[in-house]
């Protein structure tokens, strides 16, 4: 069964700090990888997805993972953090190829500090 | 950008009563999903809706919880009995066809509900 884990519940940075989120997959294959945010009292909208080819995928507002099957991870970074950043983000594996469920992370909430 | 939309955003309802959460889905999607989430807890697959037909649920969607296509556009998620612990978002989320879920499924923005 695949299951998802994401390190810290609650990550703090100050704007323009580094964002890093952590993201491990158990898969007996190497899954469809995504990122979500889900800001105050809305929807989830897709950050960034891998799903074959390049291992470093780019999305949108300047965030970026990384694939690596060796250490069964995909985790979101940032350069620069932006007070706009401050979301909670999930982390999902859904099977490859086809159209089954999304499993999620327990989320990471990110604050973000003048 | 086509949108699932999802309607009302919040209901709040009493215990025992019926409610019907509604939701449509971009119009060349195939496959339906509805998610909750629990406040402060992770999003929680419920059910997944193919060809008319229930593909998949969870544990969480027992006989209380159903799911229906009654036309062309919509998508509905009937809660039968609502309990105190019905109160989360749900989500509706759809994808194209089969080899479309590598692109991410398309949530709508929710509905609260409300369990007094």
């Known amino acids: 069964a695949q299951s998802v884990t994401q390190l810290g519940s609650h990550v703090s940075v100050s704007e323009g700090a580094l964002v890093l989120l952590r993201c491990n997959y158990s898969s007996s294959v190497p899954p469809y990888l995504f990122w979500y945010v889900q800001y105050p009292n809305q929807g989830l909208q897709l950050l960034l997805k891998?799903?074959?080819?390049?291992?470093l995928v780019k999305g949108i507002n300047g965030f970026e993972a990384e694939f690596k099957k060796s250490e069964t991870s995909f985790h979101l970074t940032k350069p620069s953090a932006h007070m706009s950043d401050a979301a909670e983000y999930f982390c999902a594996v859904s099977r490859r190829g086809n159209t089954d469920k999304l499993i999620f992370g327990t989320g990471t909430r990110l604050q973000v500090f003048p | 950008e086509p949108e699932v939309t999802q309607t009302p955003s919040h209901q709040v309802t009493q215990m025992g009563q019926e409610v019907i959460l509604r939701c449509v889905p971009i119009s060349n999607h195939l496959y339906f999903y509805w998610y909750r989430q629990i406040l402060g807890q992770k999003v929680e697959f419920l059910v997944s809706?193919?060809?008319?037909?229930?593909?998949?649920k969870s544990e969480i969607f027992d006989d209380q919880f159903s799911v229906e296509r009654p036309d062309g556009s919509n998508f509905t998620l009937k809660i039968r009995s609502t309990k105190l612990e019905d109160s989360a978002m749900y989500f509706c989320?759809?994808?194209?066809?089969?080899?479309?879920?590598?692109?991410?499924?398309?949530f709508g923005s929710g509905t609260r509900l409300t369990v007094v």
């Open positions: 891998y799903t074959t080819g390049a291992t």
């Open positions: 809706f193919y060809n008319n037909e229930i593909s998949e």
């Open positions: 989320a759809s994808i194209r066809d089969r080899g479309a879920s590598g692109n991410g499924y398309t």
